[in-house]
Every structure is written in structure tokens, then in C-alpha cells.
């Protein structure tokens, strides 16, 4: 079995930034592809941004793209979200997942590992 674990999510003002980190742990997910998504209050889960499992394609959310960059550290077992110039709009639980398809997907439905979540809060 694998797990998931967020980290690195908290409270901002409107402009700042947050990196959030995801520890993959009990086996490894070197050949998985790796994806953020977020839900805010009352609201879907909505897909962030992907990376396959080499780290060379990345995918994003046409909306936050040029804000958010993924990233992964195959050694470390370990996937990053930089979210700078962040908005009120961005305040959602963000979600790590893992697809054991290696190719970047949007689709929640193709994440076979989750994380529990952790809290952004974006003040104005």
C-alpha cells in the first residue's frame, strides 16, 4: 500500500505565495504519474496540475497556468506545488494523488492514491 501526505498549507494575503509538498511513503511512485487538485467549500473537485512520471510533461489547469508550477523529486518519493501571486478564488483544500497510468491525467477518476488534504486560505 501507499500513502499520501500533504504539507505546507496554511493562511496568505491576497499576492503572496505557498509551496506545498506531498510525501509519498510504502512503496514508491516513481513510474506514477503525479497530480494536485483542489475543492473549496460547496464546490467540485477541480483539477490543478499534473506531472508524469519522468517529470518532463507537465499539465495545468488552463486558468492557473503562469501562477502554479509542479514539480517532483523521484528519489525523495515527493511532489511540489509552487502557487505564487495567489487570489481569494484559490482558497480550497488541495489534494495530492498519484495514477498509476505514468502519463499526466485531469481526470480524478484515473487517481488510484490520495492524500488527506491540507487548508489554503487566501485573505484580500
Known amino acids: 500500500q501507499g500513502q499520501l501526505v500533504e504539507s505546507g498549507g496554511g493562511w496568505v494575503q491576497t499576492g503572496g505565495s505557498l509551496r506545498l509538498s506531498c510525501a509519498a511513503s510504502?512503496?514508491?511512485?516513481?513510474?506514477?504519474?503525479m497530480g494536485w487538485f483542489r475543492q473549496a467549500p460547496e464546490k467540485e473537485r477541480e483539477f490543478v496540475a499534473a506531472?508524469?512520471?519522468?517529470?518532463?510533461?507537465?499539465y495545468y489547469a488552463d486558468s492557473l497556468k503562469g501562477r502554479f508550477t509542479i514539480s517532483r523529486d523521484i528519489p525523495k518519493n515527493a511532489v511540489y506545488l509552487q502557487m505564487d501571486s495567489l487570489k481569494p478564488e484559490d482558497t480550497a483544500v488541495y489534494y495530492c494523488?498519484?495514477?498509476?497510468?505514468?502519463?499526466?491525467?485531469?481526470?480524478?477518476?484515473?487517481?488510484?492514491?490520495w492524500g488527506q488534504g491540507t487548508q489554503v486560505t487566501v485573505s484580500s
Open positions: 510504502g512503496r514508491s511512485f516513481s513510474s506514477h504519474a
Open positions: 506531472i508524469n512520471w519522468s517529470g518532463g510533461n507537465r
Open positions: 494523488a498519484a495514477a498509476s497510468r505514468g502519463w499526466g491525467t485531469s481526470s480524478a477518476a484515473d487517481y488510484d492514491y
